[in-house]
């Protein structure tokens, strides 16, 4: 049988490799998501309150990180925060900043979205019942926004995850740069291993995000939105 | 930050702004074009349009974007399909707008009333016409959000076409950093160039968004 | 700690890129505040940023003592450029280059742990201190020395031109109005701008890529390092090195960040020792012999002692 290069992905310890590259990203996802959740919460919270200055300087972060390319913000941060600072920053925590400071952004536009969702009535008559200021919010938006909120924060997850892929171009060592070592070390051998390498990891990337997106998908229905 | 180097840099950033917004073009067609085929299929019940298209839009919702042009640009060849990096762009672009697009116009479709079809066809037109003049451009407007928001999706993420070797903003900039260590002046120009490129769009959007909302009723 | 500024003008530079995006950012929360027809807002404040957080940066390399007391030697290599520096199916760095860093860790008392670079962010690497010494292949030019401090070399090298067997490239002429391939950041893109401006070059940013685009039939030649070139094509049937030197007469050698002098010293002072023992003629034997086999004998290659 003529090699097709199928065999490549299970000589030695190349598909854990590949698993261990793929870790890297999803350890990045999720530790930014985690960093975006704890800190987009209160930024969501306050994007809605009545103070001006306030709302105009998160709304300048909300914008400043949302209309530039990931890419870009990655570049701006691996390649110049470290000139800047003189601290090293390696590719991982620079991705996991970039990601953290964009994944806060976006978490914050989902609750300030969420809480403003919430119809007057329900602040009229939760003060009408006596309850203060801050009781109303801990007691009956924060708990009705949070069901709106939770199908789109799990949506970011596999956002963030797809976002990961980018890391590769600041020389993090993840899924593709594992895969295209394996491609080049099997050059002579194997020259048409690209094709099942790059396939095993587009299908790699399906089958983390596919669950993810199916939950926000079953959440949102069950939630009934 | 030395203006003599971003001087020198600025034609070669300008003609990679151009291949930038030829392929973020093409794409936004692609994706448009994909987008509206796939929500039309599906408002109209096609037969078997509904699996093909459901595992499409899994496909292009749940990879990312890098990923499917290093198996467009690397993988495909070693099929014998050998694509240039612009094509690859596009489709790799036209793939991922698509399932996004469709969304838009899904949306867009159902929130057009029965009866407006209903009405059209009772008034004769045929349901070609009756889609066309009727239901589409009511559509299309009701849309419009959700596509200038993709549209600016899309827009970003051409700046990873440069692992395929095209000639984008990205690729320049990295050139530059690993040539003459021009570091800082390489990332200046980049950032000034997309949102030379983004901003309008973005608040254009934003403009045609308060404008929609307030043409509506109530809140 | 040895204290050497880093150069004021990228520190400047890379706050005022910074600055951009923050500036670009109040231009987007002013519009969209102004057209939210609220009266337009008074804050002046919005404009300093905290973004630009400084710290009194100092250089930021290890010297001899630093890297034992750690017991760790950060060494940059290239993970897909065999057989000079790779991955194999265990995981495991190795390449002529992997078998010097291996020395040089053995010889330290360190332990030494192998950092992929791709060959357009060699420089970054030392000069941000994520690596402590580059073993990448990493060719002796005079730009790259203003950024760098090379150590003494180890290799020489030229350019080389890799096409196929159907339609070979023999001479650089020939190269007019082909579509050549080149990696990003190496010697061969910067000769080719320099003397060939109007050649058509594609630019790829791993080795990986190049060779893949060589051999999908993207461009009609490929110009890197001789050595590359002639190892690659001794490997791979149906290519060949038409043009075996082309450009100046190069050397490889190793690279710590800007004013590292001790572990420069250090560094030297091993290589005229390994130099003693014929060190890279056995690693040629060890990694290079089985790719070019007698298309090239090792002397035209390998340096010993530091001495050309």
Known sequence: MPASGIEVLFEGRNLVRLLGGLWTSLWIALSAMAVSVVLGLPMGVLMTSR??????????????????PQLVLLFVFYFDLTLVT????????????VFALWGTAEMGDLVRGAISAIPRHQYQSAAALGLRPTQVQFHVVLPQSARRLLPLAVNLVTRMIKTTS?????????VLKVGQQII??????????ALWVYATIFLLYFLVCFPISRLAQALERKLDL | MELSVLRAYLPAYLQAAEATLAIAGLGLVGSTLLGLVIAVAQYFRWPGARPVTAVYVELSRNTPLVVQLFFLYYGLPKLGLVWGSGVCAVVGLTFLGGSYMAEACRSGLEAVEPHQSQSALALGLGPGPALRHVVLPQALALATPAFTANAIFLIKETSVVSIIAYPDLVYVAKDYIGNDYNTSEALALLVAFYLVILLPVSLGAAAWERRLRHAGFGD | MSTIGLATRPRRAAASTL???????????LAGCAADSDSGPDTSAAGSSPASATTGSSANFRDVAQIQADGTIRIGVFSDKAPFGSVDAQGDYVGYDIEYGNRIGQDLGVEVEYVPVEAASRVSF?????VDLILANFTVTAERAEKVDFLKPYMKVALGVASPESAPITDVAQLAGQKIIVVKGTTAETYLASQYPDYDVIKYDQYTEATSALLDGRGDAWVTDNTEALAWTTQNPGFVTGIASLGPADTIAGAVQKGNTDLAAWLNNELVDLG???FFHQDYELTLKSVYGDVVSPDELVVEGGQV
């Open chain 3, 276 to 278: 003693k023992e014929d």
């Open chain 1, 184 to 193: 080049d070390r099997n050059r002579f051998d194997f020259p048409d291993a």
């Open chain 1, 51 to 68: 103070h001006r200055l306030v709302k105009l300087v998160l709304r300048i972060y909300l914008e400043a990180i949302r209309v530039l």
């Open chain 1, 86 to 97: 003189g601290v090293n920053l390696s590719g991982e925590l620079a991705a996991l900043i």
């Open chain 3, 19 to 29: 600055g951009l995006v923050l500036a670009a950012a109040c231009l987007i929360g």
């Open chain 1, 166 to 174: 980018l890391i590769v171009l600041i020389g993090v060592v993840e």
């Open chain 3, 126 to 130: 030392l000069e941000t201190g994520k």
